[in-house]
């Protein structure tokens, strides 16, 4: 039997400012990724976003980035070393895992956000740096990936469980890597084409790049932006045709 994760970063909203519907998207996915402060999210969101998935048994993970509010922390911020970025990553998990506890619910996953994973995917100094970091903190934590990429390669070297990911709104480039977002086409916003694409990628157990490479890896989870328009509607549409194709929807890891 085919078994796949939902899952969607959260917890994106920041004071007064609200990102996303994450209410709904909590009724829909299997696990939720929560900012941890340093590109969205602040200590009370956390917790009320930790409170609502322990309320429907979603699993909850870190999503740290780089310390960037303005940016949303999908500018590259060059130039620091290895320890930083492994001290940058272990005080975001740490953050949530206090904040989750006082919430009752438990931290499973890790997984990097934006542009620090986007920079990982290629930099194994980069990814290393993630992977030490996440074991030093729970070597129990599951390290989401993006496969066929250097994330992938330090999570396995490291010995870290993984959890192997796709991006159903993202488009991919013929080297496993997501397509630029200032490229025409990286993201895609119709959830019949988007539901009845991952539905494919997750029976081939395959993706398709932007010039038609065809790719086999593993998949445990699917990735739909919970910041997106449309996402709601995007995340029923895909949970809807997985369901109806046969696909179990259940969370790679459980709190």
């Known amino acids: 039997m085919v078994s796949v994760d939902l899952n969607s970063d959260l917890g994106e909203s920041f004071g007064a400012w609200n990102m996303g519907d994450d209410g709904a998207m909590l009724d829909i996915v299997t696990s ?21 998935a322990k309320a429907r048994g979603v699993a909850i993970g870190a999503h740290p980035g780089f310390h960037d509010l303005q940016g949303f922390g ?23 895992q206090g904040i989750a506890t006082a919430a009752g619910h438990h931290v499973t996953h890790v997984k990097a956000h ?17 992977a030490r970091a996440i074991k030093a903190v729970d070597p129990s934590l599951v390290f989401v990936v993006i496969p066929l990429t250097q994330l992938e390669a330090a999570g396995e070297a490291a010995n870290l469980p993984l959890a192997r990911e796709i991006y159903a709104d993202r488009a991919y480039e013929d ?81």
């Open 175 to 255: 080297d496993g890597t997501l397509m630029s977002r200032k490229k025409p086409g990286a993201v895609l916003h119709d959830p019949v084409e988007v539901a009845a694409r991952v539905v494919r990628m997750v029976r081939e157990r395959a993706i398709v790049g932007a010039g038609g490479k065809k790719m086999a890896l593993g998949i445990d989870t699917v990735c739909i932006h919970g910041d997106s328009p449309g996402a709601v509607a995007m995340a029923r549409a895909v949970r809807a045709e997985l369901t109806a194709a046969g696909v179990t929807i259940a969370p790679f890891a459980r709190g």
């Open 32 to 52: 939720a990724n929560v900012a941890c402060g340093f590109h969205a999210g602040d200590p009370d969101t956390m917790r009320a976003t930790c409170e609502a």
């Open 114 to 130: 934006g542009a620090l994973s986007n920079m990982a995917m290629t930099d194994r100094t980069i990814a290393e740096a993630l």
């Open 74 to 96: 999908r500018r590259q911020i060059l130039g620091l070393t290895a320890r930083e970025i492994e001290a940058l990553i272990a005080y975001q998990i740490g953050a949530l």
